[in-house]
Structures are given as C-alpha cells and as structure tokens.
C-alpha cells in the first residue's frame, strides 16, 4: 500500500479517534496482519459511528510497486446473522473471489448508546488485469450492494432467505449422494452427514453461488475426500494432498486440496510456493478452515493462463512442491532454528555466500555458481544452487527456465525455490535442488549432470564451490572409515545435518566425535524410548594442550523442552547447532565454547540442570 494512502488514514481523519480505538484493536488483535488495515477498522468505525445510517462501507486501493492491484472493502453494520456471508455473496456475484476476510463483532458508540457492530474486511485481488480493470470500474456499484446486502433485519436478511433456500435443496440431494456412496460403512455415512457433520458445516461455509455451480457428486466427492484426509492426518500426523482435475458449470479446474497440522504450515507459505511452482497460475477459488483440533485444511482451485485445468508433470511439480510445505517441521520454533540457530538456512546465505558471489561477478564478470550438498541419504542427495549473473528485464523468465531446465534432467527435481533477488545490477536465483540416487551411480555424477546442464544455459560460468565440495565429499569417505562400525546412513545423515562451514573447517577427528556423540545418544534412547539420552564429549585443540570445544548430544521427545533449552544457550555461549529428526525423537548436538575454550565441570552441570536432561 503506497505511503501517502498509509498517511491520510493515520493522520487526516479526526484527531480525536487516534487513542480512541486502543481497547477495540487490542480485542481484534489476531484478525489484523498490519498498522494499514487497523486505519482503515479506524477510518470505518469513525463514519459508521458519525453517519445516520446503519451501515457504512469504505474502500481503498491497494498499491503494488506503484500499481493498482486491488481494493479493500471495509463493511460496519449493527451486527445480524448472516451478515458475512450476505457481503462475500456479494463479491461472488460480480465474478471476483475475496483474496482475505476478516470478520468481528466489536462494541462501538453511536448517539450515546453502545451498540454491537459487525466489521467484515474483505481483500479482493484479481491476478487476471483484465478483472483488475473490471474491479475499480466496479468499485461505487459494489459498495452500494454492499450496504444493501449487509443492512440486518432487513432487505440484507431477505436476501439471505432466499439465497439459503436453494443451498439447502442442493445440501439434501448430495446428503442422499454421500448415503448412497457410503452404504457399505454407515457411521461414516452418518460421521458425515449427520445435523453435525461435515456436509452441513460444509455448506454453512461456501457461498451460494460455489454451490450452484458444482454438481451434486463433484460437492459430495469433495466432502468425503476433506473428512478422509482429516482422519488420516489424526493418524498419521503428516500431511495429506490431494489434487484432481474438474469441470463445473463454468470452467475447468485443477482442485488441491492441503491437510496438516496446523504448526506445519501456513497459508501463505503454501501460496508462495505455488507461485514458484507455477508463476502463471490463476486462482480462481480457495478456502482455509481449521478443526478444533487444530487440522488445517486449504482448498484452491486455479487454472493455468489459458484458463485449462493442468495434466501431467505439472500436476506431479505441484504434488511434490506441497507435499514437502506440509510435512516441514516448524513446531521447534521455525524463527529460531532457520534464521538465528542453524547455519545454512536463508540467513546464512544471503550474508555470507551471495556477497562473496557478488563480489566474484564484479571482478570477472563470469556467472557465478553456488552448489552445495545440503543433505542426503540412500534415497536421494539435497543441494542448494546459487546463481549470480547480469541483471536481465525478464527476470522470473529465466527462473522459470532454469527450473524448467533443471526438472528435464532426468532423476532431478527443484524442490523449493526463491524470488530472483536484485542486487544492484545483478540478479541473485535461489533453488532447492533434489536428485534420485537411484539414477545415479555416484554423487559425482550428480554434480556432472547438473553442471552439463548449466553449461548449456550459461555459455560461461565459474563452479564457485567446486574445491570446497570435493574436500567435503572426501571428508566423508574418511569420516565413514572411521565409523565403519556404525550404520553408514545415519552417519553420513547426522554430517550432511552439520553446519556447512563447520563441516569444512572441522578436521575429521573432531566431526567422527560429533556424529559418534549422536548416534549413542540415539542409540541409548531408542533402548529406553521413555527417557532422554545425552553424550558429552570434549574436543581437544590440535596441540592437545587444552579442550577446544565441548559437544553434547541430546535425545528427547519432548521438543518444547529441548527448544526453551538451546533458546537458553545461545544467550549464555557460543554455539554451533545440528538438528536431526529420527521420529519419534529429535536429536541436537551442541558444539559450544565459553570464552573460546570449552566447557568446565560447573558449566556443564548448569546446563544439565537447565535442560532437565540427566546422563543415563
């Protein structure tokens, strides 16, 4: 939002509202993302509150590099059932979606008396320009149908009845549907469609005109596919997709469908990585609800650019892209670990490796390339690709194409991807890379294989990295030798786990200390699965003259215990973090110094104490 709009709703409405509101935004809080939408609440609340209607709209423009990309509707009405969805009914009818709602009851003065008003904050943001331009031309008629549409009691109501009516024939006809498909199990029949299932929740939830246009199978279909993929992420705890192409009255489309736990993922995590997956999509439709048991669950409905459903590897690249958003581990406090914790998460890179990059390019003028193993195992190898190259008009042109590329090679896929990121004249591309071992017959030949391809694409360009990866791979064949004891996939999975830069600089003595600390430790919990395990191991200097560092190995359970533990930690010492997840536990091992040597007997105790972990 540009901020000369930001100004005049802050500072240009009655001087007297800026402290007046405090108590309302402290009981809305969670339903507002920024200072923005509280001064349009702001600005809404003051002209419902000093108009002699019952209901007021306002609306504003929203601005996008200097671009109109959409409009905010803000609706104040003496509060009435139905409202919300009398107001997004009103939005379907002229053809848009509402990209984000919000909706809340707030107690407001009008003529002395308090009243109950309800708020509904609707974002409409068409992707198509020519919708675009179909939204402001319609910008004063739909602020006049909303007033209609939201004014209780009344016309609003009317509306609503007969509008409702048609929802519920359709919702017995697919009630009779979803009886008829499940005949053979009767309580999820009943699970179901029952007065307190889902197909009633689900109808209460969707506009009519949703409802209108899908037959009574694509409706029941969908029902029971949302309740089957619920349960089974109770069961499981991963999260479930599932996509199918559909044609309704209007249109063909391609139906995702994203169920998890609710600390897994977010919304938007789930549509930035579609907008990398398919940078043209249209999203005609989507839907967000989560269970009382915390399940989420998300429903888009999007067509490519020519407004087809997609087919084939397109709608495996979608599969593959948000299967991996679901089952991402972020309970453990995703702000700690990627961007404070662990080396080599988006922070590391964007300060210590794309300068260098940078810097490299502006020497040479050479394309500068990044590739860094991440993580492997038996199954498949991680790795990060970095490209900086000269700035180019079509920048998200040539990511696609790389990703295109990339894809193509047989065994590979991009597993995440960033925005190109502009530094100065020069472009910055930022892929998550994975490759099936099974293809392959070495990790040398996974490399070779993705070089060939860059050669290809960039006629000339450095393999920045490409001594640094040699050396790790060596390293490893060095460290597995001396832990040949051991099994080989966890050994190799805990080292790919160690900061990069540690692992580089490390000597081998040091990292086959480390990855045994961790393998003990896991090997004593999962022999007494209901406790807590830990190794502690000094690493002596490379004269042996005094301890370098101190490691410890912690196995728990408990994540809440181990993230309060190593928050803890970081205040008091220096540190360096690998994170493992061996389900049902998660292994940490701590490389820590205290004033650059390692830790003493009090030091180590504290700890012990601190973290509630005893040495088994």
């Known amino acids: 939002m540009e901020e000369k709009q930001k100004d005049n709703n802050q500072d240009n409405i009655n001087p007297l509202i800026k402290s007046k509101y405090t108590h309302i935004r402290q009981s809305i809080e969670k339903y507002l993302s920024s200072d923005e939408l509280w001064a349009i609440v702001k600005e809404t609340l003051y002209r419902w509150e000093n108009s002699d209607k019952s209901t007021v709209v306002y609306s504003e423009e929203v601005h996008e590099q200097d671009e109109k990309v959409g409009i905010i509707f803000s609706v104040a009405s003496s509060d009435w059932a139905g409202m919300s969805e009398a107001c997004v009914g009103v939005v379907h009818s ?10 809340f009851v707030v107690e407001a003065e009008k003529r002395i008396a308090l009243q109950e008003v309800g708020m509904i904050i609707m ?10 331009e179909e939204l402001f031309e319609a910008r004063d008629s739909l602020s006049r149908m909303l007033v209609y549409s939201s004014t209780g009691g009344g016309t609003g109501a009317a509306a609503l009845v007969a509008s409702e009516s048609s929802k519920v024939q359709k919702m017995a006809m697919v009630i009779k549907y979803i009886e008829r498909a499940l005949q053979d199990d009767p309580k999820l029949s009943k699970d179901i469609s029952g007065p307190e299932g889902e ?47 559909m044609t309704n009255r209007k249109e063909e489309l391609t139906c995702i469908t994203v169920v998890g736990k609710q600390e897994m993922f977010s919304v938007d995590e789930v549509f930035l990585r579609l907008d990398h997956a398919l940078p043209k999509y249209k999203r005609k439709y989507d839907k967000t609800f989560t269970t009382r048991d915390g399940i989420k669950i998300i429903r888009l409905e999007i067509t490519n650019q020519w407004d087809e459903f997609y087919l084939g590897d397109e709608l495996e690249r979608i599969k593959r892209t948000l299967i991996k958003c679901v089952n991402k581990i972020t309970s453990f406090d995703e702000a700690i670990l990627s961007k404070n914790i662990l080396p080599g998460g988006q922070e590391h890179y964007a300060r210590a490796i794309i300068p260098m990059l940078i ?39 040539l990511e696609l194409k790389i990703l295109e590329g990339i894809e193509n090679i047989n065994g590979f896929f991009v597993a995440n991807c960033m925005p190109p990121r502009t530094y100065g004249s020069y472009f910055v591309y930022n892929f998550d890379i994975q490759a099936d071992l099974d293809i392959f017959t070495s990790k040398y030949e996974v490399i070779n294989k993705l070089k060939e391809y860059l050669s290809l694409e960039f006629k000339n360009y450095r393999d920045f990295d490409e001594g640094m990866r040699r050396s790790m791979l060596s390293k490893l064949e060095e460290i597995k030798r001396d832990l040949a004891d051991y099994d080989q996939t966890t050994v190799e999975e805990i080292y790919y786990f160690l900061d990069g830069f540690h692992r580089y600089q490390a000597g081998v003595d040091e990292l086959v200390l480390e990855i045994k600390a961790g393998i003990e430790s896991l090997d004593k919990a999962r022999s007494n699965i209901d406790k807590s395990a830990l190794e502690i191991v000094d690493i ?15 196995v728990t359970k ?4 181990i993230k309060k533990c190593v928050s803890e930690l970081m205040k008091r010492f220096e540190l360096t973090l690998c994170k493992v997840n061996e389900d049902p536990f998660i292994l940490i091992i701590l490389n820590i110094t205290s004033q650059g040597k390692g830790l003493n007997n009090d030091e180590i105790q504290t700890i012990l104490d601190y973290c509630q972990v005893t040495v088994h």
């Open 558 to 561: 408990d994540r809440i215990k």
């Open 199 to 245: 197909t009633a929740k689900f109808f209460a939830s969707r506009s009519t005109e949703y409802i209108t246009d899908r037959m009574v199978k694509q409706l029941g279909d969908q029902i029971i596919t949302n309740y089957k993929l619920i349960d089974q992420v109770r069961k499981s705890g991963k999260g479930e997709i599932f996509i199918e192409n």
């Open 94 to 103: 002229r053809g848009f979606n509402v990209w984000r709602l919000a909706g």
């Open 123 to 132: 974002y409409i943001k068409p992707k198509d320009p020519n919708l675009q």
């Open 359 to 397: 810097r490299e390019y502006e020497n040479s003028k050479i394309t500068q390339v990044y590739m860094a193993q991440s993580y492997s195992n038996e199954f498949f190898m991680s790795m990060k690709l970095l490209i900086v190259t000269a700035k180019v008009e079509q920048g998200k042109e």
């Open 540 to 554: 002596p200097s490379r004269t042996g003259d005094y301890i370098k560092s101190t490691v410890i190995a912690m």
